[in-house]
Structure formats: C-alpha cells, structure tokens
C-alpha cells in the first residue's frame, strides 16, 4: 500500500514553546577532534529586516567525515559524544551562532569527496514549509570541484561559502537572505 | 558506484508552496529565485538519531508538568508514524507544542487577551514504539485571533514536529481538530492544494483511544517520506 507524506505547515511564531528544550549551540563539546569554529550571522526578509523568529537546524558529518547514523558505513571513526545535529534559534536581532568543528569530506553523487559542508534547515514564522541549505568553509581548494556547488550558477555559489570574520580565529560568519540580491541558495530535494 | 536511493517525490499540490499571499508572512520570506535540485548524497540520507532516553516518561502527559491540573479539556491524542510505503517508524521523536484552553501561548510574543495557565506550559515529545505508536495526553487547545487580515481567528491545532530516519524526512505539520469552524478560513490550512491533502491534517475522533469517565481520544496519524527503490548497480 501506498501513503501520501503529511502535508507541511509552518512552525508560526511561537516555536520556542515546543522546540527550545532540545536548543544546543555547541555542537562539538570537549574532547570531540576537528578544527573548531563558530558560526555567526543573521537571518534577513525581503526588505532587508533582521527576522526574529527563525531557527535553524545543523546536520553534519565529524572531522573523519563520518555521520553518526547507521546508512553511513564508511570505515572511518565515529566520534563518541559527537552527534552531528544542533537546533539553533535565531535571537530577537535574527542573529545566530553556534560553535562546532569542521567536519571531513563525505562522498559525494559521482563517487568523488564533497567538500567539507554542514546541511541547514531553515525553519521560520511565513515559512510553510522548511526551506533546505548548506554552509561551505572559506578558503578550501575543494570547493571549486564540489558537484553539488557546482550545480548552483557561479555568481551565486558565495551565498553558501562562510566568510572569515574579522581577524577572530576560527569565526564564520553566514548570512541568510531571503530575497533580494544576495538571495541564499536553497536545496530542492524533491519535498 | 552504487547510486544512493532517495526519498519519494510529493504528489502534486499535496505540499505548500513557500509562497502564499493570503499568509500574509510568506510575502517578505518566501525565496523568489527557484530551489536548486540536487542529487541525494549520504548527507541527505543520514540524519539525526535520538535515544529513547532523551525524552522523559512524563514529558508525554502535558497535564502533570505542574502541581496542578491544568484547565480544559483533557484529550488524549494518539497515532502512528509510517513512511508512504507503509512502514511503521519507530524510535522517531515526535514534539508538540500548543495554546491553552484560552487559545493563549506561554510565549513572550503572544499579547492575546486571554489568561496564560500556571498549570500549563503547552509542550510535549514522545518518542514513537516498535509499531510507530504515539500518544499524548493533553488539553484541546483554544482558537485565537491574529493579525494576517480583518477578524482573523486560527483554528485550534497543536504544532507536530518529527524527524524520521534521514534529514530529508524531516516534518513540521499542525493539527486540527474535526467539526471546526474555522478550518474553511484559515489561510495556514489552506496553503496546499490538495483537498484531500489539506483534510488529513484534521484528527479523526477516536472511541477506541477515548478514556471512559477521563478524556476523548483524537486519532492523527503522520506520513513521512517513504524511501526510492534502491538503484541498480552503474
């Protein structure tokens, strides 16, 4: 037999109701390896207004490049106390950060390594549903024969590459723009 | 080179578009440029686990979080998780969150007139059994007004949100409640297409689940993307 996914609605403004308990902005505690960094940026709507009520979820793979989930059987480590996955809501100025590690590459379609990316979901009051992304890293000669990337039109692959803040190491800063010139990229993958 | 199987593409209209101008929010955060389609790769297929020990006993029973009951209506509400090829999920997390009785959110940014509850705080998870089974005891939660137009009222719902085996399962959803009103002019329900698609989202009431002398049960089961055939062998 034969079912239909659940049609999608939004999450509306008061998710932090059901969702806050499982909030976690460090998602690569003590002992975990990997180079660190923090990510850091705003989430912007059509009119260039900060949002302040957006969430974002991280799914990512460990410095070996391995996920902590069981269709990854990969021989490569897996990182006990590292999971992968991190809720990060936006603040009332629609700014985020979390802290983690750059993760190693994963295979990619064609059997080549992608370059080393965490995967966003965006979820928001007026989204009806999730909207789907990635973070690249800055300065990594990997990104230029990433496929997925590669599959993005050239002058608007920088919406998903993290720019070195300031002189801080090991601070990212990634912007989400909704709309308008920078519009981020996002991912359809089939829902 | 194995190809890695996917996930099952919606049927037509039975999603939203992130773009609905009768939700008056969608205007200013819906992308406008189309969504890039990229191949599955094992990071879409993976995703996020959780032990069943991440969620407490009781964080299933949103009527004894406080020293008292809250006020109400008590329901249980209860279901299954399946993907659409019919697959009961278990050791999914499922979490909810909803008004109170007065159709108010324990939330900073709700300023509806109506009382908050000390005995309620409107939040619940529950991870799914061997058979894909939930069940929350709670209170129906009341309808509220907001601003998206003149004499706006949302229909009562309770917020789902479920992850499923891969990141690409992943589901935030609401739902109704049947015989509701409101239902036909609420433009969140109406954002899909699909009449059909749109009427799953009410709950179906349920004798079996209904408590003698204690609570009406309210049946909502939630359908997660069911996986591709495997690929041949290139």
Same mark, same amino acid.
């Given at each position: 037999?034969?079912?239909?996914?659940?049609?999608?609605?939004?999450?509306?403004?008061?998710?932090?109701?059901?969702?806050?308990?499982?909030?976690?902005?460090?998602?690569?505690?003590?002992?975990?390896?990997?180079?660190?960094?923090?990510?850091?940026?705003?989430?912007?709507?059509g009119?260039?207004?900060?949002?302040?009520?957006?969430?974002?979820?991280?799914?990512?793979?460990?410095?070996?490049?391995?996920?902590?989930?069981?269709?990854?059987?990969?021989?490569?480590?897996?990182?006990?106390?590292?999971?992968?996955?991190?809720?990060?809501?936006?603040?009332?100025e629609?700014?985020?950060?979390?802290?983690?590690?750059?993760?190693?590459?994963?295979p990619?379609?064609?059997?080549?390594?992608?370059?080393p990316?965490?995967?966003?979901?965006?979820?928001?009051?007026?989204?009806?549903?999730?909207?789907?992304?990635?973070?690249?890293?800055?300065?990594d000669?990997?990104?230029?024969?990433?496929?997925?990337?590669?599959?993005?039109?050239?002058?608007?692959?920088?919406?998903?590459v993290?720019?070195?803040?300031?002189?801080?190491?090991?601070?990212?800063e990634?912007?989400?723009?909704?709309?308008?010139?920078?519009?981020?990229?996002?991912?359809?993958?089939?829902? | 080179?194995?190809?890695?199987?996917?996930?099952?593409?919606?049927?037509?209209?039975t999603?939203?578009?992130?773009?609905?101008?009768?939700?008056?929010?969608?205007?200013?955060?819906?992308?406008?440029?189309p969504?890039?389609?990229?191949?599955?790769?094992?990071?879409?297929?993976?995703?996020?686990?959780?032990?069943?020990d991440?969620?407490?006993?009781?964080?299933?029973?949103?009527?004894?979080?406080?020293?008292?009951?809250?006020?109400?209506?008590?329901?249980?509400v209860?279901?299954?998780?399946?993907?659409e090829?019919?697959?009961?999920?278990?050791?999914?997390?499922v979490?909810?969150?909803?008004?109170?009785?007065?159709?108010?959110?324990?939330?900073?940014?709700?300023?509806?007139?109506?009382?908050l509850?000390?005995?309620?705080?409107?939040?619940?998870?529950?991870?799914?059994?061997?058979?894909?089974? $939930? #069940? =929350?005891?709670? !209170?129906?939660? /009341?309808?509220?007004?907001?601003?998206?137009?003149?004499?706006?009222?949302r229909?009562?719902?309770?917020?789902?949100?479920?992850?499923?085996?891969?990141?690409?399962?992943?589901?935030?959803?609401?739902?109704?409640?049947?015989?509701?009103?409101?239902?036909?002019?609420?433009?969140?329900?109406?954002?899909?297409?699909?009449?059909?698609?749109?009427?799953?989202?009410?709950s179906?009431?349920?004798?079996?689940?209904?408590?003698?002398?204690?609570?009406?049960? $309210? #049946? =909502?089961?939630? !359908?997660?993307? /069911?996986?591709?055939?495997?690929?041949?062998?290139?």
């Open positions: 037999m034969s079912l239909q996914a659940t049609t999608w609605q939004t999450v509306g403004p008061y998710f932090k109701i059901g969702l806050h308990w499982l909030d976690n902005d460090n998602l690569a505690p003590e002992g975990v390896s990997g180079e660190r960094v923090t990510i850091q940026g705003r989430v912007f709507d009119d260039g207004i900060p949002i302040p009520d957006a969430c974002l979820e991280i799914w990512q793979a460990n410095a070996h490049g391995k996920y902590a989930h069981p269709e990854d059987t990969q021989n490569k480590l897996l990182e006990p106390g590292f999971t992968g996955y991190g809720r990060v809501p936006v603040d009332r629609g700014a985020f950060r979390f802290a983690t590690i750059k993760p190693g590459p994963v990619g379609p064609d059997g080549k390594e992608q370059a990316h965490l995967l966003v979901s965006l979820f928001m009051r007026g989204l009806l549903r999730r909207l789907v992304t990635r973070i690249y890293f800055p300065d000669s990997r990104n230029a024969r990433d496929a997925i990337l590669n599959l993005v039109a050239p002058d608007r692959r920088d919406t998903l993290a720019k070195r803040a300031g002189s801080q190491q090991g601070t990212l990634w912007n989400i723009h909704m709309q308008g010139e920078h519009e981020t990229v996002f991912f359809d993958l089939g829902a | 080179m194995k190809r890695i199987a996917g996930y099952r593409e919606p049927y037509p209209g999603q939203p578009p992130h773009l609905h101008p009768p939700y008056v929010s969608s205007i200013k955060r819906a992308p406008t440029k969504q890039v389609r990229i191949p599955y790769t094992l990071s879409e297929v993976t995703g996020p686990t959780f032990k069943p991440i969620v407490s006993p009781k964080a299933s029973d949103l009527t004894r979080q406080h020293s008292g009951e809250p006020l109400g209506e008590r329901i249980i209860s279901g299954r998780v399946l993907d090829n019919s697959r009961p999920l278990a050791n999914t997390l979490e909810i969150w909803q008004a109170n009785a007065a159709g108010r959110y324990l939330h900073e940014v709700d300023q509806h007139k109506a009382p509850d000390p005995n309620f705080t409107g939040c619940g998870q529950a991870i799914t059994d061997s058979e894909g089974r $939930y #069940r =929350f005891v709670t !209170i129906r939660p /009341g309808e509220y007004p907001w601003r998206n137009h003149y004499n706006a009222w229909p009562a719902h309770i917020h789902f949100s479920l992850f499923g085996p891969a990141f690409a399962t992943r589901l935030v959803t609401q739902m109704y409640f049947p015989g509701d009103p409101l239902i036909p002019f609420d433009p969140i329900f109406n954002c899909t297409a699909d009449e059909k698609a749109r009427n799953r989202l009410i179906v009431f349920d004798w079996e689940s209904t408590v003698p002398e204690h609570a009406l049960g $309210y #049946r =909502f089961d939630l !359908i997660l993307r /069911g996986r591709e055939a495997t690929p041949m062998e290139e």
